[in-house]
C-alpha cells in the first residue's frame, strides 16, 4: 500500500483542495489525520471523514490497475469462507424485501463472494453480475452456470429491457470520489420502489471511537469517504432514494478487531476491566455485540434505500 501511494505521489498531481464538506455543505471541517501521504479532514456538522483533497481519476486509475488489486484478491480468497456468514446475514435482510423472481444487480461482485452464499441459498433472484475487472468476471462465467455476468462500467451499463427490482453494491462507495453521481446511475437502473442495499464503513462505531485516527479502514486513496449512520441519510437523500432501515450486524468483528489492536502502556482502571471482560468472559461479550447491534454502533452497516 505504501509503494503503491508514493508512486502516486511521484507520478500524479492532486486536485484542488475543498473548503466544505462534500456531504453537508459545512464549512466547519478541519485537519483529521494523514494517511499514505493524503489529508483526511472531518466534518466537525455531519462527522464525515473524507479525503482532502481527493485523488485524480488517473490516480485512481492507477491504484485500482497495480499488483495491489491483485493483493487484495488473494487475500479475499484466502478468507473466502470466513467471510460467506457475513452475507448470510445480509441474504436474510434482502429477502424481507425482495421475492422470487425478482431481478437482482450484484454491482462490483469481484470474486462473488455474495453470489457464492446465494448459491448456496438456491439463488432466489434472477441475478446479473457486474465487475470491470476482466479476470474476475471469466472467473464467475466459469464457476457459476447460467450466471448473467457484465465486464462493464456501471456508468456505461444501458438501461436494461425490465429494470431490475433491487441492486447490491457491498464495501463500495466509500471508494467513490463522486458519490452522488454514481448513486443516480444506480437509481437509474432501478424500476420504481426498487431498493438498494449497501455496505459502507460506519464511523459512529464502538471501533473508530476506540482506535479513531489509528484505524485500519483509512486507506486514501482506496476510501476516499468514510461515512455514519446519520449523514449516509444526506448523502442518499441528495440521490434520490428513501431510507428504509440501517443495521449494523457484525459487531463480534468490532470488539475482536480492537481487542487485538488497542494497546497501551498502562490502562486506565475502566480500561483493564472492559478489557477483560470482553477478552475472558463470553456473556459479556454476547452481552456487548447485542447492544452494539441493537444501537447501530457496529462499524459496518446494511443499508437499505428505495428509489423515490
Known sequence: ????????????????????????????????????????????????????????????????????????????????????????????????????????????????????????KGNPFK????????????????KYDGLEVLNENIYSLSKPDSYF????LWDTVEHLTEPTVFLKKIKDLLKPGGHFFFSTPNTYSFEWSVMRTTHVQLLPPGHVNLYNTENIKILLKNAGFEIVDIQTLNASLDISYVLKNYKKDQYSPLEEFLISRLSNDHIFFDLFNDYLVKTKSAGNMLVVAKKV
Open 1 to 120: 500500500m505504501q509503494q503503491v501511494s508514493d508512486e502516486i505521489h511521484k507520478q500524479f498531481s492532486k486536485l484542488e483542495k475543498v473548503y466544505r464538506c462534500p456531504i453537508c455543505e459545512s464549512n466547519k471541517i478541519h485537519f483529521y489525520t494523514e494517511c499514505f501521504g493524503y489529508e483526511m479532514d472531518k466534518c466537525e456538522e455531519c462527522g464525515h471523514i473524507f479525503t482532502n483533497p481527493f485523488p485524480s481519476l488517473e490516480a485512481l486509475d492507477y491504484y485500482y490497475n497495480s499488483d495491489l488489486k491483485d493483493f487484495e484478491n488473494k487475500f479475499f480468497m484466502d478468507s473466502f469462507e470466513n467471510r460467506i456468514p457475513i452475507f448470510d446475514r445480509r441474504i436474510i435482510e434482502i429477502e424481507k424485501y425482495l421475492s422470487s423472481p425478482a431481478r437482482l444487480l450484484d454491482v462490483g461482485s469481484a470474486i462473488g463472494i455474495f453470489i457464492e452464499a446465494l448459491f448456496r
Open 165 to 168: 427490482d433491487g441492486v447490491t
Open 127 to 142: 441475478l446479473t453480475a457486474c465487475d470491470l475487472n476482466e479476470k474476475a468476471c471469466i472467473y464467475l462465467k466459469e
